[in-house]
């Protein structure tokens, strides 16, 4: 099965959703998205939220799960007894290993809303930014697999011995409650993909992928110009352009137009 049929299973699904949005402020990292296609993976150990991905490791385990654990990963069985006894009076060794693990990934953060009122006003320089729409199905590999973050009330501990198949469950997915209003969506990087001598973490995505750029209702005509004509020299002809209006009734409500 390929990549582009996973990505579409998940999406008819409705595993996840086929559009996801990244809010930005005008600036040189947000010109390049236009320009070099460019999107940035950050380290997650660096978010702002300090639990965010920093779920406490849990360094007390029985000799026996660890064993077991030595033996699914394939060790020899005739190092398994000296090993195990190693890692539990080391319980450091594998929660530093874990750390160290984590800081290696990059992650990019999108939401699955474009018309959020605190977004715009967090992650788009208080409605004068842009947010950005793109279809996951137009670039399968770079978007496989979207990580959908569960907000939690009570913090979960992690143990690398017994839940290292959930390791996503534990490490990525989870953030605090109070975060919900993101409706947060997530891509993961591993090692083996942003590990190079520049230390460089933005990785390119396909053109089309890419399909509407959307505007503040603060948004000044010169920036709604400039990207404007960043897309339309830089082979993103079909992106189509919104503005954010406030809504005139009773509710507090963003209402996208096409401009």
């Known amino acids: 099965m390929t990549t582009k049929q996973l990505i579409q299973i998940g999406v008819n699904a409705k595993s996840y959703p086929q559009h996801i949005f990244k809010y930005r402020s ?18 997650p150990l660096l978010f702002n939220d300090p639990y965010d991905c ?6 007390t385990t029985s000799l026996a799960d660890i064993k077991s654990w030595l033996a699914n990963v394939g060790v020899a069985p005739a190092f398994i007894d000296d090993l195990a006894d190693k890692l539990q009076k ?13 800081g290696e990934l990059g992650v990019c953060c999108f939401s699955t809303m474009d018309d959020s009122i605190l977004q715009w006003s967090h992650y788009s320089d208080y409605h004068k ?16 697999i979207p990580v959908i973050v ?21 490490l990525i997915r989870p953030k605090f409650s109070e975060w919900s209003y993101e409706s947060e969506i997530r891509i993961v990087k591993t090692a083996q993909n942003i590990r190079d ?21 603060k948004t000044p005509d010169t920036i709604i110009a400039k990207y404007r004509q960043l897309c339309a020299n830089n082979n993103k002809g079909h992106v189509q352009f919104y503005k954010m209006e406030l809504g005139s009734g009773v509710h507090y409500e963003l209402i996208k137009r096409p401009i």
């Open 26 to 43: 005008d600036n040189d990292k947000t010109e390049r998205i236009i320009t070099h296609n460019e999107l940035w993976f950050s380290n």
């Open 150 to 170: 569960a907000y939690r009330k009570v913090m979960q501990h992690y143990n690398h011995f017994t839940q290292s198949k959930n390791i996503v469950d534990y």
């Open 54 to 59: 920093n779920t406490p490791i849990n360094t």
């Open 90 to 102: 080391n319980p450091n060794l594998m929660k530093e290993e874990t750390e160290k693990g984590m």
């Open 197 to 217: 001598n520049s230390g460089n973490r933005a990785f390119k995505f396909n053109d089309n992928a890419l399909r509407e750029v959307i505007f503040g209702t």
């Open 129 to 144: 930014g842009i947010c950005l729409k793109f279809d996951v199905t137009e670039d399968p590999s770079f978007f496989l």
